[in-house]
């Protein structure tokens, strides 16, 4: 094997991994007082968890050759269905189950049902529903926060377990099931199929429009998980939260090795780039770098990422 | 004539695989330099050397009187190769003009601004259009035009370009006989100008009708480099693969019942775009049902209304039940299987081990949980490829290999495979041999036939006339969406069935 082919291979599997340890390195190093303590290092796994959430959604509508920019309007909806409930007294369960994860659903399935209905790309349906979806929000809450969540949420969702933050634990579990459903289940397989070449999948009796939905479905959910655990971090439902965090989303899943152009990626990739994200956030904050910056680096970010999977994917 | 490119000592190592070993080769000036070989003999490479896109490990490259160890692509562009690809590289959303003159539109100027000339690109085109035998306004869009037609796009691009060397690669695989004249009429008048032609085919028969020398490639060595005068096409077969292929006989049928039942049969079958119109036929236990039709006749537009990919109207009936699926996966589930005639775009999966390229047809239906929700069972699904990869004779270092790196008559056989574990009834194979090596072909015609005996309806398409009478029991033409006429394997001849399907008495003759 030549030395060329054979970095190609490390890095398609652990690049994303290499980048990380870089950051923490660097970083550690400009700043070795604060960054590299056990606090704030707890501090930036929690702040990623929100991120990874939506990524490992967004994942899967990368997957399939599509992208999903409602995200964060999902988000900002669920955040404030899940807290109207709980301001109304219902159940915690049940106001994550139907607010959080159920309204996440149908958010999704109608992204996917346009989709399948107009045959437009994602993107134009997505940029479309971000704006209606986030509409909605701020016409159902009157463009004010829901405050007033139950302390027993705050402590349970927004608290610890283990000595380990419940985000972060809700973000590993649900990574770890989505990761077994890409690879163990024969859904999983079809999205892989669907987005390495469409036209094939239809050919050998995948249903493709189902597929697709099944897709933006666990993207309104992730989304959905992330608005219930953004409410318990911030103690309220925010109309204008999750702006922007599609680029986030986007970001995670493609740094962490996930093709744009579909069929190709894990979701462990996704979460270690959303840490990544994470990382890097935390890192300029630490050395006192404007969040304005942030911004700056966050496009570049991508923009480099997508540029390196493109070298090394196409130059044989 | 004078030797235009020579190429020495030149070899191509991938990790794990010597491409090309020590090969050489030359070219002059007014000459059809055929390169043969199966597939994965390296004629491929070979072209990506010449293009640019690979650079060689070892040896060297000779232009005319220059010496490279490598090309690029635009080296080799201004050294005057150009290239005919097998697979189209013409842009479907501009004109035919336009893709003739890409990247040297001509130019005007209009207020002191340089504009594209149009009457003048337009002008230029017509010419070159009528060269070829193209049959279309310079203006019509590439994306509105017939794989054939897009073909002869590809031709008359090479002919802008005014190359002193052009490649063609496979140039007549989706030509009819009058397009493939007319490119032998176009390739002639090339020679004439003093223009090397490297030409890359499986299809033997036109070897000696268009070709002056011939090279021949073996699991990436030099064999042979012999005059086609000198040389027969028996001799060029068993240069390439080693033995000697019969190829005047019919693959032998083994069951052959007095009355034999009726598998399949389709009636008065429609597609609402009507090309396909009103097509009744039935395919028998024991036999291999042949359909021969020109590129565009409709052939495999029926068998996509068969498999359920386009919606139909009219009767399908498997083994005395009607059938009613109206996607893929119904028509799966009602054990149909369908071969496609495209690998690439709708046959396999790029980014897919062999092992998932197999394993995906085959476990839609047979994990524990049915239909679509069920687990993949990676223990099964290795099983199920090792024995497809074992009985097809797969050559691959293991069946988790991406498909990628297969030849293409690897590729094809995965996809054989892929259907063969389906537990199907009815095959439908369109162009089962389309761009494969001659030792390929044969096995996958044996295949075909053990399923046959098997008790399996089988249908193959193919616009291969050899291949068609080798291989049917019974023959169906196809012509503008119609069948035109039925023929036993005893009473057809290629004259029959080339009249039925163009009305037109074949002439392969070079003129």
């Given at each position: 094997m030549s030395s060329l082919s054979s970095f190609r291979s490390f890095w398609q599997k652990y690049g994303t991994l290499v980048i990380l340890i870089f950051l923490i390195l660097l970083i550690g190093i400009l700043s070795p007082k604060y960054f590299l303590t056990a606090d704030n290092l707890t501090q930036v796994v929690l702040q990623s968890s929100i991120t990874i959430l939506i990524a490992i959604g967004e994942f899967f509508a990368i997957l399939i050759a599509g992208i999903d920019l409602s995200v964060g309007s999902v988000m900002a909806f669920t955040g404030l269905i899940t807290a109207k409930m709980l301001v109304a007294h219902q159940p915690i369960w049940l106001a994550i189950l139907v607010g959080g994860v159920g309204v996440g659903l149908v958010l999704g399935l109608f992204n996917g049902f346009l989709v399948n209905a107009t045959g437009l790309h994602p993107f134009i349906i997505t940029l479309g529903t971000q704006s209606i979806y986030r509409g909605l929000t701020l016409i159902l809450s009157d463009a004010r926060p829901v405050y007033g969540l139950p302390p027993a949420y705050m402590s349970s969702i927004g608290g610890w377990l283990w000595r380990i933050p419940v985000p972060v634990i809700i973000a590993i579990l649900y990574a770890a099931i989505m990761s077994w459903f890409t690879s163990k289940s024969k859904a999983g397989r079809n999205l892989y199929a669907i987005g390495g070449n469409k036209s094939a999948a239809w050919y050998n009796g995948i249903l493709v429009k189902r597929h697709v939905s099944i897709a933006f479905a666990i993207s309104g959910i992730s989304a959905g998980l992330a608005g219930v655990v953004m409410i318990a971090r911030l103690g309220a439902a925010e109309p204008l939260a999750g702006v922007g965090f599609e680029t986030y989303a986007i970001a995670s899943a493609i740094i962490g090795g996930t093709s744009f152009f579909g069929g190709v990626g894990r979701i462990w990739g996704v979460v270690i780039g959303g840490l990544v994200i994470g990382v890097i956030n935390n890192g300029l904050n630490i050395l006192n770098v404007p969040t304005f910056y942030q911004q700056i680096v966050m496009g570049s970010l991508i923009i480099i990422s997508v540029f390196l999977d493109h070298l090394v994917s196409s130059k044989q | 004539m004078d030797t235009i490119l020579k190429i020495e000592n030149v070899s191509k190592i991938f990790p794990g695989v010597v491409a090309l070993d020590n090969i050489d080769f030359d070219l002059k000036s007014g000459e059809v330099h055929v390169i043969l070989g199966e597939n994965g003999a390296g004629k491929s490479t070979l072209v990506k050397i010449l293009s640019g896109v690979y650079s060689p490990s070892s040896g060297h490259i000779i232009l005319g009187n220059k010496k490279f160890e490598s090309l690029t692509p635009s080296i080799s562009k201004s050294e005057g190769i150009s290239i005919i690809y097998q697979e189209l590289s013409i842009i479907n959303e501009i004109s035919i003009a336009e893709n003739l003159f890409i990247g040297q539109l001509p130019e005007k100027t209009f207020i002191g601004l340089p504009v594209v000339d149009r009457k003048t690109l337009k002008s230029g085109a017509s010419n070159i259009i009528n060269e070829v035998g193209?049959?279309?306004?310079?203006?019509?869009?590439?994306?509105?035009?017939s794989i054939s037609e897009k073909q002869l796009v590809e031709i008359a691009r090479a002919l802008t370009l005014n190359s002193k060397i052009i490649i063609m690669d496979e140039p007549t695989s989706s030509l009819s006989v009058d397009e493939t004249i007319n490119l032998f009429n176009i390739i002639k008048e090339l020679k004439n100008k003093g223009v090397g032609i490297i030409y890359i085919s499986h299809k033997l028969d036109e070897i000696p009708q268009i070709g002056d020398r011939v090279t021949v490639l073996k699991d990436g060595k030099y064999v042979a480099t012999k005059n086609v005068a000198d040389t027969t096409i028996d001799q060029m077969i068993s240069m390439m693969v080693g033995r000697d292929l019969d190829r005047t006989s019919r693959l032998p049928r083994k069951l052959n019942p007095v009355n034999p039942t009726t598998i399949f049969s389709v009636q008065n079958l429609s597609r609402k775009d009507e090309r396909v119109k009103n097509v009744s036929f039935e395919v028998r236990e024991g036999e291999i049902l042949g359909f021969y039709g020109l590129i565009g006749s409709g052939r495999s537009e029926l068998m996509e209304a068969i498999f359920g990919v386009v919606p139909r109207e009219g009767q399908i009936i498997l083994n005395g039940m009607p059938l009613h699926h109206k996607d893929p996966y119904d028509g799966l589930k009602n054990k149909l299987a369908f071969i496609t005639e495209n690998r690439r775009e709708t046959g396999?999966?790029?980014?897919?081990?062999i092992m998932n390229n197999i394993a995906i047809v085959y476990e839609l239906f047979n994990s524990?949980?049915?239909?679509?929700w069920g687990l993949t069972n990676a223990k099964q699904d290795k099983k199920i490829a090792e024995e497809q990869a074992v009985a097809l004779k797969i050559k691959c270092?293991?069946?988790?290999?991406?498909?990628?790196?297969?030849?293409g008559g690897n590729q094809q056989k995965v996809l054989v495979g892929k259907w063969l574990a389906s537990n199907s009834e009815v095959f439908i194979f369109d162009e089962p041999t389309k761009g494969i090596d001659v030792g390929s072909k044969s096995e996958i015609y044996h295949i075909i036939r053990q399923l046959c005996d098997a008790g399996k309806g089988i249908i193959i398409v193919s616009s291969d006339l050899p291949e068609i009478l080798y291989i049917s029991d019974r023959i169906l033409v196809f012509s503008d969406g119609h069948i035109t006429a039925e023929f036993s394997s005893d009473d057809a001849t290629e004259e029959k069935i080339v009249h039925a399907a163009t009305h037109k008495v074949p002439d392969y003759s070079y003129p």
């Amino acid at each position: 094997m030549s030395s060329l082919s054979s970095f190609r291979s490390f890095w398609q599997k652990y690049g994303t991994l290499v980048i990380l340890i870089f950051l923490i390195l660097l970083i550690g190093i400009l700043s070795p007082k604060y960054f590299l303590t056990a606090d704030n290092l707890t501090q930036v796994v929690l702040q990623s968890s929100i991120t990874i959430l939506i990524a490992i959604g967004e994942f899967f509508a990368i997957l399939i050759a599509g992208i999903d920019l409602s995200v964060g309007s999902v988000m900002a909806f669920t955040g404030l269905i899940t807290a109207k409930m709980l301001v109304a007294h219902q159940p915690i369960w049940l106001a994550i189950l139907v607010g959080g994860v159920g309204v996440g659903l149908v958010l999704g399935l109608f992204n996917g049902f346009l989709v399948n209905a107009t045959g437009l790309h994602p993107f134009i349906i997505t940029l479309g529903t971000q704006s209606i979806y986030r509409g909605l929000t701020l016409i159902l809450s009157d463009a004010r926060p829901v405050y007033g969540l139950p302390p027993a949420y705050m402590s349970s969702i927004g608290g610890w377990l283990w000595r380990i933050p419940v985000p972060v634990i809700i973000a590993i579990l649900y990574a770890a099931i989505m990761s077994w459903f890409t690879s163990k289940s024969k859904a999983g397989r079809n999205l892989y199929a669907i987005g390495g070449n469409k036209s094939a999948a239809w050919y050998n009796g995948i249903l493709v429009k189902r597929h697709v939905s099944i897709a933006f479905a666990i993207s309104g959910i992730s989304a959905g998980l992330a608005g219930v655990v953004m409410i318990a971090r911030l103690g309220a439902a925010e109309p204008l939260a999750g702006v922007g965090f599609e680029t986030y989303a986007i970001a995670s899943a493609i740094i962490g090795g996930t093709s744009f152009f579909g069929g190709v990626g894990r979701i462990w990739g996704v979460v270690i780039g959303g840490l990544v994200i994470g990382v890097i956030n935390n890192g300029l904050n630490i050395l006192n770098v404007p969040t304005f910056y942030q911004q700056i680096v966050m496009g570049s970010l991508i923009i480099i990422s997508v540029f390196l999977d493109h070298l090394v994917s196409s130059k044989q | 004539m004078d030797t235009i490119l020579k190429i020495e000592n030149v070899s191509k190592i991938f990790p794990g695989v010597v491409a090309l070993d020590n090969i050489d080769f030359d070219l002059k000036s007014g000459e059809v330099h055929v390169i043969l070989g199966e597939n994965g003999a390296g004629k491929s490479t070979l072209v990506k050397i010449l293009s640019g896109v690979y650079s060689p490990s070892s040896g060297h490259i000779i232009l005319g009187n220059k010496k490279f160890e490598s090309l690029t692509p635009s080296i080799s562009k201004s050294e005057g190769i150009s290239i005919i690809y097998q697979e189209l590289s013409i842009i479907n959303e501009i004109s035919i003009a336009e893709n003739l003159f890409i990247g040297q539109l001509p130019e005007k100027t209009f207020i002191g601004l340089p504009v594209v000339d149009r009457k003048t690109l337009k002008s230029g085109a017509s010419n070159i259009i009528n060269e070829v035998g193209l049959n279309r306004s310079p203006d019509e869009f590439v994306r509105n035009l017939s794989i054939s037609e897009k073909q002869l796009v590809e031709i008359a691009r090479a002919l802008t370009l005014n190359s002193k060397i052009i490649i063609m690669d496979e140039p007549t695989s989706s030509l009819s006989v009058d397009e493939t004249i007319n490119l032998f009429n176009i390739i002639k008048e090339l020679k004439n100008k003093g223009v090397g032609i490297i030409y890359i085919s499986h299809k033997l028969d036109e070897i000696p009708q268009i070709g002056d020398r011939v090279t021949v490639l073996k699991d990436g060595k030099y064999v042979a480099t012999k005059n086609v005068a000198d040389t027969t096409i028996d001799q060029m077969i068993s240069m390439m693969v080693g033995r000697d292929l019969d190829r005047t006989s019919r693959l032998p049928r083994k069951l052959n019942p007095v009355n034999p039942t009726t598998i399949f049969s389709v009636q008065n079958l429609s597609r609402k775009d009507e090309r396909v119109k009103n097509v009744s036929f039935e395919v028998r236990e024991g036999e291999i049902l042949g359909f021969y039709g020109l590129i565009g006749s409709g052939r495999s537009e029926l068998m996509e209304a068969i498999f359920g990919v386009v919606p139909r109207e009219g009767q399908i009936i498997l083994n005395g039940m009607p059938l009613h699926h109206k996607d893929p996966y119904d028509g799966l589930k009602n054990k149909l299987a369908f071969i496609t005639e495209n690998r690439r775009e709708t046959g396999f999966f790029a980014n897919f081990s062999i092992m998932n390229n197999i394993a995906i047809v085959y476990e839609l239906f047979n994990s524990k949980l049915g239909g679509l929700w069920g687990l993949t069972n990676a223990k099964q699904d290795k099983k199920i490829a090792e024995e497809q990869a074992v009985a097809l004779k797969i050559k691959c270092s293991s069946v988790m290999q991406n498909i990628n790196e297969l030849s293409g008559g690897n590729q094809q056989k995965v996809l054989v495979g892929k259907w063969l574990a389906s537990n199907s009834e009815v095959f439908i194979f369109d162009e089962p041999t389309k761009g494969i090596d001659v030792g390929s072909k044969s096995e996958i015609y044996h295949i075909i036939r053990q399923l046959c005996d098997a008790g399996k309806g089988i249908i193959i398409v193919s616009s291969d006339l050899p291949e068609i009478l080798y291989i049917s029991d019974r023959i169906l033409v196809f012509s503008d969406g119609h069948i035109t006429a039925e023929f036993s394997s005893d009473d057809a001849t290629e004259e029959k069935i080339v009249h039925a399907a163009t009305h037109k008495v074949p002439d392969y003759s070079y003129p």
